[in-house]
């Protein structure tokens, strides 16, 4: 037997350990890698979280970043809320609507021009639906044109505050409505109404009638989303402590009572603190309304105020997050 034939052991020994010590460098090798792929996805992931602040510390090309991250994502159309405040002189008529569907505020009468303020409602109306009809209270600058609007448009469901009224125009009002079955609703405090997906409309006042019909005013908060619209009727200084603790800081507000004294007071305006305020009122009206008193309030507040007697009928327009002004 040659030497070179006999194995003493020593060399499977031998290829054991070049075996163990190439499965050894593979291993280290592998983890390398893999320790430069994590650091890699690590800076990766960085910088997309940091990618807004770099954005707003550009000002090259961040439109198109914008853009992009649009384009990349599911964009959902959000339907606009519209809020008219039609001129129909010494009165209130508002009209909301959404997403097809609209809710007639009032739909008063101008004693003075009746016929003109009459017209000015009709042919505002004209191409609408009007499923819902609200009054705030049973004065005749606040229904005088209620019954026609039942009578004529497609309205399913009336609301009021329940207040008893001996006028003929309400008792008619009243008449109707029974008469044509309509969906009838007395609203008090913490009521809501359930009419658009996505706005709130709650009722913060009358809490409980009075012998005042004006104080007994029913006041709507309406919500949607970022923007909160009060809409006061007639009701004045004696209500407005509870509203204000109700509502707080809003954005747009109906001055209460035509720009009245009677109403928006300054410990009001001073907690909701509207950024616009809207005055249904009639040019050159025998009241004095607006007051000097009450615009000087609304001025120290910094709240832009709007009148029809001035611009007409006045369209706000809102997403929820935004609003315009059209007059």
């Avoid at 992009?68 to 809320?81: A, M």
């Avoid at 039942?150 to 125009?169: K, R």
């Avoid at 019909?213 to 009701?235: H, K, Q, R, W």
Wanted: aromatic share 6%.
């Amino acid at each position: 037997m040659k030497r070179d034939d006999y194995d003493d052991g020593t060399t499977n020994t031998k290829l054991l350990f070049v075996v163990t010590t190439g499965l050894v460098i593979i291993a280290i090798l592998g983890c390398i890698g893999l320790i430069t792929i994590i650091s890699d996805v690590s800076f990766t992931n960085s910088s997309i979280v940091f990618t807004p602040t770099l954005v707003e510390n550009q000002t090259v090309n961040t439109t198109q970043t914008v853009n992009s991250t649009v384009e990349n994502q599911t964009v959902i159309q959000r339907s606009n809320l519209t809020m008219s405040v039609i001129d129909v002189g010494q009165a209130d008529a508002i009209l909301l609507e959404k997403d097809g569907v609209e809710l007639l505020i009032d739909a008063g009468v101008s004693m003075k021009g009746s016929s003109a303020s009459k017209k000015n409602l009709i042919d505002y109306l004209s191409d609408r639906e009007i499923e819902h009809v609200l009054v705030t209270h049973q004065d005749y600058d606040h229904i005088g044109n209620a019954e026609y609007v039942l009578a004529n448009y497609n309205v399913s469901a009336f609301y009021d505050n329940g207040h008893v009224h001996t006028s003929q125009t309400y008792e008619n009002l009243m008449d109707y409505v029974a008469e044509n079955d309509l969906d009838y609703s007395v609203l008090k405090t913490g009521n809501t109404l359930d009419i658009w997906e996505g706005v709130n409309v709650t009722v913060v006042s009358p809490k409980r009638l009075t012998d005042d019909v004006n104080e007994d005013s029913i006041v709507l908060l309406v919500d949607y989303d970022d923007i909160e619209i009060l809409l006061t009727g007639d009701a004045g200084v004696s209500v407005e402590s509870n509203v204000a603790k109700l509502v707080g800081d809003i954005d747009i507000l109906k001055v209460g009572h035509h720009g009245s004294d009677s109403a928006s007071s300054d410990d009001f305006l001073k907690i909701i603190k509207p950024e616009i305020s809207i005055i249904s009122v009639g040019e050159g009206n025998s009241y004095g309304h607006p007051t000097e008193s009450v615009l000087s309030r609304l001025s120290a507040i910094g709240s832009d105020v709007y009148r029809t007697d001035v611009d007409g009928t006045i369209v706000v327009e809102t997403d929820g997050f935004v609003y315009s002004v059209v007059v």
